[in-house]
């Protein structure tokens, strides 16, 4: 760590000298202009003439399909603004794949392609992008999935319960925009400083969005396990629709506790949320109960039900977790007093 002594210059200018092996390091010299970013009792100081494009090239020699979107999705949360696919010939299942990707990334579109070329570019502006409006797709997104998967199940509409999973690659969709949006923040003063968010609360944001993200996949698993079973057995409709309506009355309480401004009503929303969670024990406890009387094969179909709709529950307690450390007092609190 180095420090250095504030000086004032002419009267009214406030000045401090700069480490040179930092600024070398930094690409700094003379005449190169600073941008200055406030965070709090922080001040970022970076080079304004950074571009904000990156590219990087992607050798798919050898690689498989699964391998292939694995690679491609790191590289769009991690920020590149194109990705050049390249090989000596790229193969049909890898074209299918990138093309398949083109659609699964937000912004992304293929803008070149050859026989041993792809080039996937970023046409989205970044100012469109911000965490609130990600967040709450996602929140609609996973709650309708999970009351519809719901009612499917209850009235026997196989319909509901078949769609579910091309919802669930919405959520994965702004899953990875939400990734792609903190890395970037963490990266960069200038993505940090477009989003009007300090940092902490970009991390809480992200914080809630994985969260959903495992509801919604939770949700996917019961579709499955719905299509599997059949018809509901009539004596579980009830504790199981309570179960549902308790998991989902958690989620939502959880965010609303996360988004209110005032610290005292987050508090008191995400505490009681936090209590109405763990009384949720009492209906699994009321359906593993009536389990024991209906057909083995069907009762190990809604205990795995039953038990994504329980994790479901405890995904909406973290979310309120997360709520309370956000509405609690930071030491900047204290310390600026």
């Given at each position: 760590m180095?420090?250095r002594?504030?000086?004032?210059t002419?009267?009214?200018t ?29 001040l ?26 694995s ?9 590149f603004s194109e990705i050049?696919v ?5 193969a049909t299942?890898q074209r ?21 070329r ?20 996602m929140?609609l997104l996973?709650l309708s999935?999970l009351?519809d998967?719901?009612a499917g ?7 509901q ?18 990734s ?10 200038r993505?940090?400083?477009?989003v009007?968010?300090?940092r902490?609360t970009?991390?809480?944001y992200?914080?809630?969005?994985r969260?959903?993200?495992r509801?919604?996949d939770?949700?996917v698993?019961i579709a ?6 059949g ?10 629709s ?6 989902r ?7 609303d506790?996360?988004?209110v ?18 009384e949720?024990?009492s209906?699994t406890?009321?359906i593993d109960?009536?389990l ?7 009762a190990?179909l ?12 405890d ?10 450390q956000?509405?609690a007092?930071?030491p ?6």
């Open positions: 180095e420090v002594k504030v000086q004032i002419g009267g009214s406030y000045t401090v000298s700069l480490p040179k092996e930092w600024a070398t390091e930094s690409g700094i010299e003379a005449g190169t202009r600073l941008a200055f970013y406030p965070e709090g009792d922080t970022i100081a970076a080079p304004s003439d950074v571009p904000n494009e990156a590219s990087t090239r992607l050798s798919v020699e050898d690689v498989y399909a699964q391998e292939l979107e690679r491609l999705i790191t590289l769009y949360i991690n920020g050049v390249e090989a000596n010939r790229i299942g299918r794949v990138v093309r398949g990707m083109a659609t699964d990334l937000v912004g992304f579109e293929v803008s070149a392609e050859t026989e041993d792809i080039v996937l570019r970023d046409f989205l502006d970044s100012s469109e992008l911000s965490f609130h409006s990600t967040v709450m797709q929140r996973a999935m009351e998967v719901t199940l209850l009235d026997g509409e196989s319909e319960i078949d769609e579910i999973a091309s919802r669930d690659d919405d959520v994965d969709r702004l899953w990875y925009v939400t792609r949006l903190f890395r970037s923040v963490l990266r960069d003063p993505a940090a400083a477009g009007d968010l300090d902490e970009c991390f809480d992200r914080t809630c969005a969260q959903i993200e509801i919604a939770h949700t698993k499955g396990h719905g299509s599997d079973l018809d509901l057995p009539q004596e579980v409709h009830e504790p199981l309570a179960l549902e309506s308790e998991s009355a958690v989620i939502e309480n959880a965010m506790a996360f988004l401004e005032d610290r005292d009503r987050a508090t008191e929303l995400a505490t009681a949320t936090l209590t109405r969670a763990s949720m024990d209906h406890r009321t109960e009536q024991r009387t209906i057909d083995p094969a069907d190990q809604l205990g795995l039900i039953v038990d994504s709709l329980s994790r479901i529950g995904y909406g307690a973290n979310i309120a977790e997360t709520a309370l956000k509405a007092p930071s900047e609190t204290y310390s600026s007093r």
